[in-house]
């Protein structure tokens, strides 16, 4: 039985679908004005995690992530560059789904754009206004009236009360009360914009998200996901939005990720203290940074160091050493391993126990290799096997362990050197043997003599 913790509830809850079988997930994605960065990729992967135990644990999952394609932000950054809102967007989301294949990302079901879904925003506001739950003060703009709501706060658990306290009104805006947010934000000079009941604008960035997952999930659904930072005003605006809107339960449950931290502060690119996932992947494999990504729970924060990378790099290496040298066979044995690891993932998706399982299984194809080769490569393609639904373990052994050799030795010189040097083994001649070990010590290749063969990777 899968238990997620749900932070409508503050509680691990039994997962049971609304429909039988199915999934329906809508998670919170990009806003397209700059690369993605490693606070990005961390959401990216965790939901394609859970992407990829509730389809290993045989649900119908259909999976929508949104592009935000205009904002604020979007609207400066394509000023500043001297270009227009679609064309930026355009460079960035296939920068972002570039970044997506080299995570081993699986794509969303569905990737709605906001730009596609005026007319639904136009709909959704227009019944809000209907029942009294926004407003238009006859300037293009439209706002919420939050204090209509009631259970505003439920899901961040922040009371109206306290949210007024130093709440104010900006002197363009013409609001009711100072926690009513903009549906629709009538249009400024040099702005893109779209015709309205109210005038031409743009949406406000809550609206989007309500309108996409009702359109793509209807207007209940199984799991809403996102980043923690996003609880507080943006998914719980949602609820207000969605529920007033269609007077049902918008979300069962809400599954929130932690941060990535950089000296204990959240990366993002307001405090520029970001690293671009491309950054990353210069200096690292990206088999690395998702193995660090997937290691930690979902819901903890990720220190991000170099030092981090590092063990992370440490623990695949491990790993694919115990793959090397054995052949691909289907997975046999290990059904205790298995059972294990599924504990793990249906307690709230418990990649740090999970992890711990592999290295388990590990220590026992390590101890098998030399005497059971048939029993360690059963255990080997399990490996993989569950390695898959953390999305790493997939490469073959020595495609990993040679990465970045590229550029740095010649690995058919290497290979004729270790031939050399085999050579030299079975004539005995322990001198040469010695001597060709250290050449290539000295080119900065590690040598791994095993049962009847010889492998190398690059020394770190």
């Known amino acids: 039985m899968l238990n997620i913790y749900n932070t409508l509830s503050k509680t691990k809850e039994a997962f049971k679908p609304l429909d039988g079988n199915k999934v329906r997930m809508y998670v919170c994605g990009m806003t397209v004005y700059d690369y993605c960065h490693l606070g990005h990729g961390r959401s990216m992967v ?45 460079r960035m989301i296939d920068a ?22 005026i007319a639904g925003m136009h709909a959704m506001i227009q019944t809000l206004i209907d029942k009294g739950y926004a407003y238009a003060p006859g300037n293009g703009d439209v706002y919420y009236r939050v ?4 259970g505003y706060g439920k899901l961040s658990r922040k009371k109206i009360e306290d949210l007024r306290i130093g709440a104010r009104i900006e002197v363009d805006e013409a609001k009711q009360d100072p926690l009513d947010f903009v549906l629709w934000k009538g249009v400024k000079p040099g702005e893109p914009s779209w015709d309205s009941p109210w005038g031409p604008g743009r949406p406000g960035w809550h609206i989007e998200c309500s309108v996409m997952s009702t359109c793509c999930l209807g207007e209940s659904f199984d799991i809403h996901g996102g980043g923690s930072d996003l609880e507080f005003p943006h998914h719980e605006n949602e609820i207000a939005q969605s529920e007033a809107a269609t007077g049902k339960q918008y979300a069962n449950a809400w599954m929130h990720c932690g941060m990535i931290r950089i000296n204990g502060e959240k990366m993002s690119k307001s405090l520029n203290n970001f690293f671009t996932i491309r950054d990353v992947l210069e200096k690292y494999h990206p088999e690395v940074v998702r193995y660090l990504l997937v290691a930690s729970h979902y819901r903890s924060a990720i220190n991000y160091s170099e030092d981090s990378l590092r063990d992370a790099k440490g623990a695949l290496e491990r790993f694919y ?76 052994a020595d495609d990993f362990l040679r990465a970045g050799a590229e550029g740095k030795v010649d690995a058919a010189e290497v290979e004729a050197l270790i031939q050399a040097r085999l050579q030299a083994r079975t004539d005995k001649n322990w001198a040469e043997s010695d001597r060709i070990r250290d050449q290539l010590t000295a080119m900065g290749v590690v040598l791994e003599d095993s049962k009847g063969a010889t492998t190398w990777r690059l020394a770190d």
């Not at 970044?99 to 730009?115: M, V």
């Not at 204090?147 to 009631?150: A, L, P, R, S, Y």
């Not at 307690?347 to 098998?368: K, M, Q, S």
Request: net charge negative; charged share 30%; with cysteine.
């Open 96 to 117: 972002m789904h570039e970044d997506e294949r080299r995570l081993n990302i699986l794509p969303p079901d569905q990737e709605p754009r906001a730009t596609e879904h």
């Open 147 to 150: 204090g209509k709501f009631v």
């Open 321 to 396: 050493h115990a793959l090397r040298g054995l052949p691909r066979v289907v997975p046999a044995g290990g059904e205790a391993f298995v059972e294990r690891f599924s504990v793990a993932m249906n307690d709230d998706f418990g990649t740090p126990e999970a992890c711990a399982v592999l290295f388990d299984l590990v220590r026992e194809i390590n101890r098998l290799r030399d005497t059971d080769v048939e029993a360690a490569a059963g255990l080997a393609a399990r490996l993989r096997e569950l390695g898959e639904v953390l999305g790493v373990l997939q490469l073959e």
């Open 46 to 90: 965790a939901f394609d995690l859970v992407t990829r135990w509730l389809r290993k644990s045989g649900y119908e999952l259909t999976y929508v992530r949104n592009i935000t394609d205009i904002d604020d932000k979007i609207i400066n950054r394509a000023n500043e560059n001297g270009e227009t809102f679609d064309a930026l967007t355009a």
